[in-house]
């Protein structure tokens, strides 16, 4: 029996496009895109049977309703396509290393460097004295276009530093702060303001600077309401709210591993 001809090429090709699905499916996973990326791949699917099996009309139909669609799916998909564009166009090493890491070839499944549990106690301890906050957390995209609006830092994470830059009577507490591992790195940043207007209107500029980062890019953020210290989780610009931190603190794990 004559062996299949399969070039090391063709291998390589086979293992980059499962790597760009892969990412695909991370950049939806957990969003209402994800639907519509299952509906996609299903219909084209149907599409190449159709081609397979000579059903000219219907083939025709399909192959049409993708082409046009493809416009309607950067309509939809903006919001992915901007992160994508941005981990490949970051000239931040630490990004693409961690956009590596997420195919878990760098680093083994329970690689976390962030320092959570000062992250949920320091904002467990300004809810209960309603200090607001704003804190970001970077992830794959690099966060350094918003980070040159304010003070670049290089300050170990614990839980008393970011009280003390949050308290109400210091020179830093206004605006963001960004953290990169266990770092932060910048604070007074001045974050883009989401206007989606499906965001309730008793929230403040805080939590739509936190829904617009997290809309641009795939950081995650926690707002701590100086009104009644409701603890927020933000990710792609959708809102959690939280009184149980054990919770938080297993989807901060979850989310920056």
């Known amino acids: 029996m004559e062996l299949l001809d399969i070039r090391i090429i063709d291998i390589v090709d086979i293992v980059l496009v499962a790597f760009l699905l892969y990412y695909v499916y991370k950049l939806v996973k957990g969003t209402v895109a994800i639907n519509i990326f299952i509906g996609i791949v299903i219909i084209y699917i149907i599409w190449k049977l159709t081609e397979l099996l000579e059903m000219e009309l219907f083939s025709k139909i399909l192959g049409g309703f993708l082409g046009v669609g493809m416009f309607a799916l950067i309509v939809v998909f903006q919001q992915e396509i901007r992160r994508f564009l941005l981990m490949l166009g970051s000239t931040n090493f630490k990004a ?17 460097l962030t320092n959570i549990d000062a992250i949920v106690n320091a904002c467990k301890n300004m809810g209960s004295s309603k200090t607001g906050a704003l804190i970001v957390i970077e992830r794959n995209n690099s966060l350094d276009f918003v980070k040159i609006t304010g003070d670049e830092m290089n300050l170990e994470l614990n839980q008393p530093i970011i009280e003390s830059i949050f308290f109400k009577n210091s020179p830093l507490h206004d605006g963001a702060i960004i953290i990169e591992e266990n770092t932060i790195t910048a604070t007074r940043v001045i974050l883009p303001i989401s206007d989606d207007r499906k965001i309730p209107s008793r929230f403040g500029l805080r939590h739509r600077a936190a829904a617009g980062i997290t809309e641009k890019t795939d950081a995650v953020c926690l707002v701590v309401s100086e009104e009644n210290g409701q603890i927020s989780y933000l990710k792609d610009g959708d809102f959690v709210l939280f009184n149980n931190h054990e919770e938080l603190t297993k989807l901060l794990e979850k989310d920056l591993t």
């Open 96 to 112: 693409r290393r961690k956009f590596i890491k997420q195919f878990k070839l760098l680093s083994k499944e329970n690689d976390l």
